[in-house]
């Protein structure tokens, strides 16, 4: 079983960042792929970030966050983070943490999921 809590969201202005936390636990998580979602009001869930846990730290991104949005793990730490640079209104949503087995950007390869947090940035 793997459970994931997030962390580190809040209210800021256009043009703030921000840098979510996701602690895991789990003794398969180490195994597992990783991905960032959001949601907003009344839009489905997207995919924002995503990251294996092989190999080099390298995330790949939605193109509405790439440049702007980074997404690393610290093994040792069993946590994964997301920064999020030059935030705009458009990037208010709650933000979700999950958990392989698959990698990709369909929510549908992750089967474990944090609770969200709610990130909001104003104009």
């Known amino acids: 079983q793997v459970q994931l809590v997030e962390s580190g969201g809040g209210l800021v202005q256009a043009g703030a960042s921000l840098r979510l936390s996701c602690a895991a636990s789990g003794r398969t998580f180490m195994r597992y792929p990783m991905g960032w979602f959001r949601q907003a009001p009344g839009k489905e869930r997207e995919f924002v970030a995503g990251?294996?846990?092989?190999?080099?730290?390298?995330?790949y991104y939605a193109d509405s966050v790439k440049g702007r949005f980074t997404i690393s793990r610290d093994k040792a730490e069993n946590a994964v983070y997301l920064q999020m640079n030059n935030l705009n209104p458009e990037d208010t949503a709650v933000y979700y943490c999950?958990?392989?087995?698959?990698?990709?950007?369909?929510?549908?390869?992750?089967?474990?999921w944090g609770q969200g947090t709610q990130v909001t940035v104003s104009a």
């Open positions: 990251i294996s846990w092989s190999g080099s730290n390298i995330g």
């Open positions: 999950a958990a392989g087995p698959l990698m990709g950007r369909d929510s549908a390869e992750y089967a474990y």
